[in-house]
């Protein structure tokens, strides 16, 4: 059985990413292998680019300067409001 394992294990580490062109789901729009979001509507087009997106929003949100953003994004709204009402 450990044998078995060992050859999948090798198996999937030889197998060789073969650069196809990337089809957007969202508009089907070809993109060229290398590309990591959508050429034509800015869809991530792999997992790494959709976690790279996501851990570059929970350290923004980390950090102080976006809650001060936030905050003032926040009072323009109440300020816009004010001003129609
Ligand atoms: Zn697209």
Redesign the pocket.
């Known amino acids: 059985m450990a044998e078995l394992a060992g050859i999948k294990l090798e198996s999937t580490r030889t197998k060789k990413k073969t650069l196809e062109p990337l089809q957007?789901s969202?508009?089907?729009?070809i993109n060229s292998p290398t590309s990591r979001f959508?050429n034509?509507?800015?869809?991530e087009l792999s997992k790494e680019a959709i976690d790279e997106v996501n851990i570059a929003k929970q350290q923004a949100e980390m950090l102080p300067e976006y809650k001060l953003i936030m905050k003032e994004f926040e009072e323009k709204i109440k300020n816009i409001q004010f001003s129609e009402g």
């Open positions: 957007c969202r508009c089907q729009f959508c034509n509507c800015g869809l």
